[in-house]
């Protein structure tokens, strides 16, 4: 009989010894369950000449070449990844919904003489639990929101938090992006997959503690915060940072000195600002980038368009401030005195 999982936190503490995805690889790279491998019983190009020969064929033929390519492929699994397995091995197997691939390698595995077992349903019951707590649940935890002006370094802050014991999740980091229009750092993950990762750590984190996360917009890059998670942001207290200006610039010419080197790559994403500013003030940061004024590039985005949006955006939404703090540089030094400060705040909420 197949595990049927209550709830996502008890199937990601399950106790199985190794979650094997048996979906094609290109199923696999949009999600999967944490942890999980993928020893694909069918390949892309398989699995899409027996789709085909099921709806152009029958049903029949395409069943009858699904279990020879599945059971070719599951022999080179046996034979390769999964040769060292002694017999007390306990696989937990899944495909797509917990149908004929999954069962049949389950199946074999177990002939064998190891403990394989199925999710019931496979990832699409994984996939609902995800959705049920980011998308139709309320969400347990006790979110506070981490704010100030771009270039307060606060997701460098976010590990030295970490390390004092608070609980912070690192939204930018999930979702690959430093959650500006120069954000970009080489590709996002699916959005699948970003829930993924979000579900899994809010999992791992006690609801009765508070939960610091990083101001952000709605969307980072490409990414849509899940509604259940966005709305406890909206509706959670905030910590401020602010930091001179000086300060700020220097940390931006650090923390974006890939994005500042690659003039092209820049000019292409100053470009869609026209929208929100002048078109000389466009063509003055383009002319900054081209004489290489890094320093002057990002102190007039910052003053010009960063803070102003930040202003703009603070007076529509009003958050609830616990405290404001502000700091006197960005070095470790400082940032170190800093997350001292805003564990204490934390803290405080804890009580």
């Known amino acids: 009989m197949a595990w049927a999982p209550t709830s996502l936190a008890d199937l990601l503490d399950h106790t199985f010894d190794t979650v094997i995805d048996v979906r094609s690889p290109a199923e696999f790279a949009e999600d999967h369950v944490p942890g999980a491998i993928n020893l694909p019983v069918l390949d892309d190009a398989e699995r899409a000449r027996v789709g085909t020969l099921y709806t152009q064929v029958s049903p029949f033929d395409a069943r009858k070449l699904g279990a020879a390519l599945v059971f070719r492929n599951a022999a080179t699994h046996i034979e390769g990844a999964l040769a060292d397995h002694e017999g007390g091995w306990k696989p937990l197997v899944y495909c797509w919904r917990g149908g004929q691939r999954s069962g049949s390698f389950a199946w074999l595995l177990s002939e064998i003489g190891w403990r394989a077992d199925l999710i019931e349903g496979g990832y699409k019951t994984y996939r609902r639990l995800v959705v049920d707590m980011l998308h139709r649940d309320v969400l347990a935890h006790r979110i506070v929101q981490l704010g100030g002006y771009t270039g307060t370094a606060k997701t460098e802050l976010l590990p030295l938090l970490a390390a004092r014991g608070v609980q912070v999740i690192d939204l930018e980091g999930l979702a690959n992006h430093r959650g500006s229009l120069l954000g970009d750092m080489g590709g996002q993950p699916s959005q699948k997959a970003f829930e993924s990762a979000l579900a899994g750590q809010l999992c791992r984190l006690d609801p009765a503690r508070p939960v610091?996360?990083?101001?952000?917009?709605?969307?980072?890059?490409?990414?849509?915060?899940?509604?259940?998670?966005?709305?406890?942001?909206?509706?959670?207290?905030?910590?401020?940072?602010?930091?001179?200006?000086?300060?700020?610039?220097?940390?931006?010419?650090?923390?974006?000195?890939?994005?500042?080197?690659?003039?092209?790559?820049?000019?292409?994403?100053?470009?869609?600002?026209?929208?929100?500013?002048?078109?000389?003030?466009?063509?003055?940061?383009?002319?900054?980038?081209?004489?290489?004024?890094?320093?002057?590039?990002?102190?007039?985005?910052?003053?010009d368009h960063y803070d102003l949006a930040y202003a703009k955006s603070m007076k529509a939404t009003a958050p609830t401030v616990l405290t404001r703090i502000e700091a006197e540089g960005l070095t470790p030094a400082h940032l170190d005195q800093v997350a001292e400060q805003i564990a204490e705040a934390v803290q405080s909420i804890e009580m």
Do not use: C, F, N
């Open 212 to 303: 610091l996360v990083e101001a952000e917009s709605s969307k980072i890059g490409d990414l849509l915060i899940p509604p259940s998670l966005w709305g406890a942001m909206k509706r959670a207290p905030w910590i401020e940072l602010s930091a001179p200006i000086a300060a700020r610039t220097e940390y931006l010419v650090r923390a974006y000195d890939d994005i500042l080197r690659d003039e092209a790559g820049l000019q292409a994403k100053l470009a869609p600002l026209k929208a929100h500013r002048s078109e000389a003030l466009v063509a003055r940061w383009s002319e900054l980038s081209a004489a290489g004024d890094r320093r002057g590039l990002v102190r007039s985005l910052m003053e």
